[in-house]
DNA sequence: AATCCGGGGAC
DNA sequence: GTCCCAGGATT
């Protein structure tokens, strides 16, 4: 425990180090509530690096709520596709529907309003809050919660319940209440820059003198690392039709079906509900059931397929290592598909598709024949 | 309380 | 290869 002095000059510290050492990020240059909204709701589990391209452009697109609100989905889907966790953007366009429809357009400020937005959950209520408004609301994430558990030396799993809780309120104690959003920020400015999760840099830190964990001469001990589940391994087969002039076929996001538990290898889950080329999940002859899977889906008369393998392709998501096994289908046309669109296999910037979904892409690219297509992949 | 959702940079 | 990131929704 620290003495009411104490906080009060751990404030003090962290905050001078702050104004005189964070980083500028586009975000910090407004308190524009939407631009701090959109901003929260890209980082999270998302790095700072990862989110800058994609804040600069969606807010050019999208500069206020009502652009977003009145936006077809895909469209938002197409300016956050290859950043992840794609129900971040379906739950965005939902709460600005709901700014625009219950707030009048203006984002709302009472701490409820704020909580009931889709979307916005303990963390990033608090962090909108204390940033655009001034509130007094203290913002834990998992930053924030690694530096106060060194600081208090706190041991144990932290994302257990009761000690989250715990973290909680050391997170409202030391609160700077003259600047909540600045004090919110440096917290966890000093978690991604100086006190990190493997190797903290303690001598660069302001607040050393006060951290328990320091003082235990281990530092990274804290906070306990938790356990991962088990990985699956999947195997999938993905057809990239080719035309002469480079157009190839994806199909379009899968509907929302009634599946109470999806498998590992649920293929509609797999593409993230978003376009995707025909893809099947396979167990012993790969071709064979591709070859299978696309004369069921495609129209009659189509003709036999000629399948050429192209290099496989790795994809990690959560606990599933994904190989996919790609094969390139020369055709004078694309098939006609329902729903399906015909596009460049150079440019997918038109529809929203995974990163999984680019990797194949890339795959045939590079392996194409076409000297051309080679040329125009390295910049 | 557990589990799931993407993806990749840093180590 | 492993870890974990400016978390939230769902069950």
Request: net charge positive; charged share 25%.
């Amino acid at each position: 425990m620290l003495t009411t002095a104490e906080i009060k000059t751990l404030r003090k510290l962290l905050l001078a180090w702050f104004r005189q050492f964070q980083r500028d990020l586009p975000w910090r240059r407004t308190k524009d509530p939407y631009a701090v909204w959109i901003s929260e709701i890209m980082l999270q589990q998302t790095r700072v690096a990862a989110v800058i391209p994609y804040y600069e452009r969606f807010l050019s697109r999208f500069p206020n709520g009502r652009a977003l609100a009145e936006a077809p989905q895909e469209e938002v889907l197409r300016l956050w596709s290859g950043l992840g966790y794609y129900s971040r953007a379906r739950n965005l366009q939902k709460a600005a529907q709901q700014i625009l429809a219950q707030h009048g357009g203006q984002f709302p400020q009472a701490k409820d309003d704020v909580m009931a937005l889709a979307g916005i959950g303990p963390y990033t209520g608090a962090a909108i809050l204390s940033i655009a408004f001034g509130a007094k609301h203290a913002a834990l994430d998992g930053n924030v919660a690694r530096v106060l558990a060194r600081l208090g030396a706190v041991r144990g799993d932290l994302r257990e319940s009761l000690r989250w809780q715990l973290l909680q309120r050391s997170a409202v104690e030391l609160l700077d209440p003259k600047s909540p959003g600045d004090w919110n920020q440096a917290m966890m400015e000093l978690g991604a820059m100086v006190c990190t999760p493997r190797t903290p840099q303690c001598l660069l830190c302001p607040v050393a003198k006060f951290c328990r964990a320091r003082q235990s001469g281990e530092p990274e001990a804290f906070p306990e690392k938790r356990k991962k589940r088990d990985a699956v391994q999947i195997v999938l087969a993905a057809a990239v039709f080719s035309t002469p002039r480079g157009q190839t076929l994806l199909m379009p996001p899968p509907g929302n079906k009634k599946v109470n538990k999806p498998a590992a290898d649920d293929i509609d889950t797999l593409v993230s509900r978003l376009w995707h080329f025909p893809t099947i999940s396979v167990r012993n002859d790969v071709s064979a059931e591709l070859r299978d899977y696309l004369l069921d889906s495609l129209p009659a008369g189509n003709g036999k397929l000629h399948l050429e393998p192209l290099p496989r392709i790795r994809h990690a998501v959560t606990y599933r290592n994904i190989t996919v096994l790609p094969f390139r289908i020369p055709a004078a046309k694309i098939p006609r598909i329902p729903g399906a669109r015909s596009i460049p296999l150079r440019d997918f910037s038109a529809l929203p598709v995974s990163n999984l979904t680019r990797k194949i892409a890339r795959a045939a690219l590079l392996q194409s024949t076409e000297p051309a297509a080679k040329l125009a992949l390295k910049p």
